[in-house]
């Protein structure tokens, strides 16, 4: 029997692929989680903020995004700015792979 909590584990999964896509595809410059928040909700994925960032801190502890915070000390702006890395590209291509990040999708 399939319960909710294999449905949110899948749920995770196909996240991270989805957030490994969109840094992929913004790259060189980045993506901020707000961004990628209206991205995911373009593709009906309503993750809220927090578990964007989760997700985000799951995919650079596997190597394969990097997060840089950027500040405006002037404006009072910080933002979590996600970067594909060499591997993050390797898996999106298929020639490594990782567990927990499934890519569904175009």
Known sequence: ????????????HELRGYILKIANEIQPFGAGVP???????QLKFTPDEATIMNACKY??????VRMENVCDRVKNISRDI??????GIDVLEGTETVSGVELVGD
């Not at 029997?1 to 995770?12: D, R």
């Not at 961004?35 to 995911?40: C, D, E, M, V």
């Not at 996600?82 to 591997?87: D, E, G, H, L, S």
């Open 82 to 87: 996600v970067y594909i890395t060499p591997k």
């Open 1 to 12: 029997m399939v319960n909710k909590q294999m449905f949110e584990i899948a749920g995770n």
């Open 35 to 41: 961004f990628i928040k209206i991205l995911l909700h």
């Open 59 to 64: 995919l650079e502890g596997k190597g394969l």
